[in-house]
């Protein structure tokens, strides 16, 4: 169970960090780091000005037991949304051949998969209303367009603001980290990408959206 502490002289030496701080350590948004605390998976103290605060450690045990890259997490996922039986994947990236290999390493994953493919950005457009994906992994920099614009766009329509929306960047810096975050981006990965923390991402936000429905 979480414990809401107040934090006191005697936790010194314990080495905190903010919800922002946390979220970027487990590559995930803020909203998700709130959820699983608030589920009581996720320990937190709070300040005396009533502010949480997630300890070092706490956080090494949470990414231990919840975010595993094995099948112990994944394989009892159901990814079910509301009457859809598929869980759908948009790939938003000019590169056709890095497009190509994420269409097949996303078929791994346990549960049903839909992948689509977008190029450019009118094509990302039409595939977000026809498609209607549950998750969009979108490059942040392609030509003639901006993956901070898509997914501010993505997140201030009322019919797709339920999308989750992952960056995917070769230009990994604390600011592009910044500015995808604050357009409504869950996670921002850095090119080339690591299969364990994709998976762990599109997991983690899948058993969140999940328990949310249950």
Known sequence: NKRENAMDKSSNKVRYMTPSEAATLLM????TLRHWAL???????????????FAEDELKRFASQYMPANESLV?????????????????????EQLSGFLVELLQS?????????????????QKLQ???P?????????????????CRKIKENPETCGTRVIVMTGYHTPENMIKVMEAGAEACLAKPLDKIQLFNVIVLGRLSAIEKNN
């Open 28 to 31: 995930i948004s803020p909203v």
């Open 109 to 125: 994953l346990p549960g049903v998969v839909q992948t689509e493919v977008a190029n450019d950005g009118f094509e990302a457009g």
């Open 39 to 53: 589920a009581g998976k996720l320990d937190f103290v709070t300040t005396p000005g009533g502010h949480r605060r």
């Open 130 to 132: 026809v498609f209607r």
């Open 134 to 150: 549950h998750t969009v992994l979108l490059d942040l920099m392609m030509p003639g367009i901006r993956g901070v614009d898509v």
């Open 75 to 95: 394989t009892h996922v159901n990814p079910v949304y509301g009457d859809d039986a598929a869980h759908r994947i948009l790939i938003v990236d000019d590169d």
